[in-house]
């Protein structure tokens, strides 16, 4: 199998459309899938055409070659080479059949596009003081660029250039009188076009006696998603001369349209906002006398009252940082939670609090378990059944709302049985076990997994060479860890059994062995047992730790040992492992906390003394290791 060409080499302009080149995959066999393992991040291959036979096998393929221009973007200028390996397989075979290597190179150029410095600008102006000083504006673009504005006051030191430039915005101030005055200007280099605005608020002279002054320059509302609106705030004006008031906001409704010179308190209320989708709104109410200006900014956010991310009765793993989103419309809120979690037979009493930040509380819910629950103890022999490996944590709490500097709370939501296991979301639903969906294992070996099940299980089913059920009564806990002794099976090598309980099946396949079968137990990141059968050479080494002390007595120095010790450690050999899942399977020992060794019907706590294994190797299709333990107990 090979790419037709064998070698691509793409050019790339940053920020603009990419170009592509089609190539051919010449298949010597029809295979059933095409995978790509090895791909450079900045290249696409995208599928052109695909012919299949009559058994709806690939025969021929096609491909688009070019650039991801959103991983483009980011390398530096420069040429850039990689190779794109396809793999072609046949199903049911799990190692490639056919591969090919496509080189890849793209030259990257480097590419400036539109932008401005500040895209908004404001100016003040007292009337009788000199003309506000011009403000910078940096353009920065590859080519021609020109400027122009929509307002004769607002002037440009250069209304054109080329490149990188930067130029002046001024405002020409004569002849107007005092208000607020808005402008926009727009950048053009023939490939986009920027836009920017200017505001210019004048005042009247100061020397004149005249004044206007406002309580507040913003106000902030929260109004609940799909409710009536319900807040307002209150500006205080206090003015020598009528002032008009008025706004464009349309979710804004004003206490009055003008005040006479004196004091007086503005009140802004909220309207029509039921309508509105969740989110920030922006608006702004002017105030504007013969005199000045003021503009009071006001933020809208539509907010929805709501507890979403958990819900009683479910369970959740605490790898998975469960987060409970909270949503409130009171300002200046915080939440406080009640907890009653039980765990491993006890039971805590605790309170956690959580402020609104921009009306949304995030809560990790579930952490505590780690710290909390504790694995059932193992039972002394593993017969065929169904045992209890661990209870989730059980959790109620209830939610409450309070005003910060209240003492005021109110009741927002209760959640009960809301359960909880360490480790994270299984691969496969429900299945608490990492043994994969097809082993190969000695006929007296001991099959155990663990699975979640709200359902009451009754039986595990054994089809095959064997065919039965074993029948099971345990109390309903949810976590089940089922248990099948092979050895009472009868089977010989080359045998094939399936076993299924709940929602696991596993495969078995009996291999041929000479030697006796030990095992390897170790609890998984869910802290349900795992057994390893092993059937290779074992090795166990009784060691001499004790503790000595020496005296002198009569002129003699005489020694005692006060202390003695009996470490041990184990050298096992696994035996053939066939497969890469099998061996991952294996690996997961290294990241157990806690292990056991049995060998001929006793069970040692041990640790492990090796720090990796290898999981795959090329060429290597029957693998067989040995590992060293030390007994934990000494």
């Not at 070698?7 to 059933?32: C, D, G, R």
């Not at 793993?317 to 409970?324: A, K």
């Not at 710290?371 to 059944?385: D, R, T």
Request: a negative charge.
């Amino acid at each position: 199998m090979a790419f037709n060409p064998s070698q691509v080499a793409l050019t790339y302009k940053k920020y603009l459309s990419a170009n592509h080149v089609i190539v051919t995959l010449e298949l010597t066999e029809p295979v059933s899938r095409i995978e790509f393992p090895s791909l450079p991040p900045w290249v696409r291959m995208i599928s052109n055409s695909i012919v299949r036979d009559g058994n709806n096998m690939i025969t021929e393929l096609s491909y688009k070659v070019s650039v991801d221009s959103a991983v483009a973007n980011l390398l530096s200028p420069g040429i850039h080479t990689g190779s794109v390996r396809a793999d072609a397989y046949i199903d049911n075979f799990p190692r490639p059949l056919l591969q090919g290597v496509l080189n890849v190179s793209v030259d990257i150029i480097d590419n400036v596009i539109l932008s401005l410095s500040k895209s908004s600008y404001n100016f003040l102006h007292t009337l009788g003081n000199p003309a506000p000083a011009s403000q910078p504006l940096t353009i920065s673009t590859e080519g021609a660029w020109s400027i122009v504005s929509n307002q004769g006051w607002l002037l440009f030191s250069s209304s054109n250039g080329v490149g990188v430039q930067t130029i002046n915005i001024s405002v020409d101030v004569s002849g107007m009188p005092a208000g607020l005055f808005e402008a926009t200007f727009q950048v053009d280099d023939s490939s986009r076009t920027l836009q920017g605005t200017v505001s210019l608020l004048i005042s009247g002279s100061e020397g004149a006696g005249d004044f206007l002054t406002v309580s507040r320059t913003s106000l902030s509302f929260s109004e609940v998603y799909q409710q009536p609106a319900t807040r307002s705030g209150n500006i205080g004006i206090d003015t020598s001369l009528e002032v008009a008031i008025t706004t464009a906001t349309p979710w804004l409704e004003l206490s009055a349209a003008s005040f006479p010179a004196g004091t007086s308190q503005l009140i802004v209320n909220t309207k029509e906002t039921s309508g509105l989708a969740i989110g920030n709104y922006s608006g702004s109410v002017k105030i504007e006398s013969g005199f000045s200006t003021k503009i009071i900014n006001v933020l809208l956010r539509i907010v929805i009252e709501k507890s979403e991310g958990i819900t009683s009765g479910q369970l959740y793993f605490v790898e998975d940082r469960n987060t409970l989103v909270l949503g409130t419309g009171v300002n200046n809120a915080e939440a406080l939670i009640d907890f009653i979690s039980t765990a491993s037979g006890k039971t805590q009493e605790y309170t956690r609090r959580k402020p609104y930040f921009g009306s949304v509380a995030q809560v990790i819910i579930g952490m505590e378990t780690a710290a909390l629950l504790k694995p059932e103890n193992l039972p002394i022999q593993f017969n065929p059944g169904l045992f209890i490996p661990v209870k989730p944590l059980a959790m109620d709490f209830t939610i409450y709302d309070k005003v910060i500097n209240s003492t005021q709370i109110t009741e927002r939501q209760s959640y009960a049985q809301v359960k909880f296991l360490n480790g994270a979301t299984p691969a496969i639903q429900d299945k608490l076990s990492n043994i994969p969906a097809s082993i190969t294992t000695p006929a007296d070996a001991l099959i155990c997994f663990s699975f979640y099940s709200v359902e009451t299980i009754t039986e595990i089913d054994i089809t095959g060479a064997y065919v039965g059920k074993i029948l099971v009564s345990i109390a309903a806990t949810n976590v089940y860890a089922a248990v099948i002794d092979l050895a009472q099976l009868s089977l010989l090598p080359g045998n094939k059994i399936t076993v299924a309980c709940g929602p696991v099946s596993v495969n078995i396949t009996i291999k041929d062995t000479q030697l006796s079968t030990y095992r390897l137990i170790y609890l998984n990141e869910w802290q349900c047992p795992e057994v390893l059968n092993f059937d290779g050479p074992i090795e166990i080494i009784e060691e001499e730790d004790s503790t000595m002390v020496s005296y002198a007595e009569a002129g003699k120095e005489i020694a005692r040992i006060i202390e003695t010790k009996q470490p041990r450690s184990f050298k096992v050999g696994t035996g053939n492992i066939y497969s890469d899942a099998e061996m991952k399977w294996v690996s997961n020992i290294l990241r157990s906390k806690k292990m056991w060794l049995e060998i001929a019907g006793e069970r040692i706590e041990v640790v492990r003394s090796f720090r990796n294994l290898t999981i795959s190797k090329t060429r290597n299709y029957t693998r067989n290791y040995s590992l060293n333990f030390d007994a934990a107990i000494k």
